[in-house]
Every structure is written in C-alpha cells, then in structure tokens.
Nanobody, 115 residues
Framework: VQLQASGGGLVPAGGSLRLSCVVS????????INWYRQAPEKARELVAT???????NYADSVKGRFTISRDNAKNTVYLQMNSLKPEDTAVYYC??????????WGQGTLVTVSS
C-alpha cells in the first residue's frame, strides 16, 4: 500500500487549502483513512478520519473548519481546510492501517499559515 499526500503550501490566516491523498494498493472505499499532522517540536496529532462506512471524526481543534471526504473513483481522500490559523501550521500525513500488517504512511505535505 502506498499513499501520496499533496496540496500543502503557504497560505495567509483565514485562507483555505485542499490536501489530497492518493492511495494505491488498496481501495479507499473499504479502509479507514486518517489525516495526521505534526508541528515542529510537537507530537503527531490525529486530525480527521473517514471510515469505509463514511463515518467521519475530527479533532476538536479543527471541527467546523476541516472536512474529510473521499472520491472512490479516483481512490483519493481529501482534507478541505478552511479558516486556517497559524496554529494549523504543520506537516500533514495521510495513513491507513491494515490489520495484521501495520500502518502505512504517506510522505507528508507541509502546510504553513502566515499570521
């Protein structure tokens, strides 16, 4: 399984970005995909999750601002980020877990929000 995250960049506070996570080797429709982020000198944080049943979950810090979604035809999961804040600055990673095998991670994409 491989995950390719993209879409990061530099954006002013209040702006928006959409991150993409293209998955190969597994169908996004049947697995849970997570978005994590890691800010400098901070622990990795779970940001959003989408399950095979279309259930979604968000960290309190991003609720109402971020939306996770999935395009099964493109085998891609998105993270739409609106009303960005400087504290959202981090490297964002997508991941999925295969039972009995382990967790697969994308390479990360840097989001920088200027104040």
């Amino acid at each position: 399984v491989q995950l390719q995250a993209s879409g990061g960049g530099l954006v002013p506070a209040g702006g928006s970005l959409r991150l993409s996570c293209v998955v190969s080797g597994s169908r996004v429709s049947i697995v849970t995909i997570n978005w994590y982020r890691q800010a400098p000198e901070k622990a990795r944080e779970l940001v959003a999750t989408i399950t095979s049943g279309d259930s979604t979950n968000y960290a309190d810090s991003v609720k109402g601002r971020f939306t996770i979604s999935r395009d099964n035809a493109k085998n891609t999961v998105y993270l739409q980020m609106n009303s960005l804040k400087p504290e959202d600055t981090a490297v964002y990673y997508c991941s999925t877990r295969r039972v009995g095998v382990g967790t697969y991670w994308g390479q990360g994409t840097l989001v920088t929000v200027s104040s």
